[in-house]
């Protein structure tokens, strides 16, 4: 017998505050699904493929991918080719910049932000 996934009302705040995002990025997707609950997609549109996906079971893991994924947008526009831990300081205060909007609605999960300059 399933047992039917459970919403979540803090990971239904973070999917709000980051909705925009996840919606014009063409490199990820968000859905529900009624066995596994909250399923965040990395996909690749060329190729018409699942590259990784998640289960998320709390908003603080949505919230470290999230940040994670808008950390290498980043440095993808810079055309850097290194991790977030590898950023210099210049590229530190552009991520921030870019997390601002979300770190502000989403004080809580604030301290994610300096767990990206450390290698994990």
């Not at 979540?8 to 699904?33: N, Q, T």
């Not at 440095?75 to 530190?92: G, I, K, S, V």
Request: charged share 35%; hydrophobic share 35%; aromatic share 10%.
């Amino acid at each position: 017998m399933l047992k039917e996934a459970k919403r979540d009302a803090d990971v239904e705040k973070v999917c709000r505050v980051f909705g925009d995002y996840i919606k014009a990025s063409p490199y990820l997707d968000w859905l529900w699904s009624d066995k596994l609950g909250y399923v965040l997609m990395q996909i690749n549109l060329e190729r018409q493929e699942i590259m990784e996906s998640h289960v998320i079971t709390d908003a603080e893991r949505l919230c470290w991918i999230l940040f994670n994924e808008i950390a290498d947008d980043v440095l993808e526009r810079a055309q850097n080719d290194h991790t977030t831990y590898d950023a210099d300081p210049t590229e530190r205060l552009r991520i921030q910049k870019r997390l601002k909007p979300y770190t502000d609605q989403l004080p809580e999960y604030s301290n994610l932000c300096e767990k990206l300059w450390k290698e994990t």
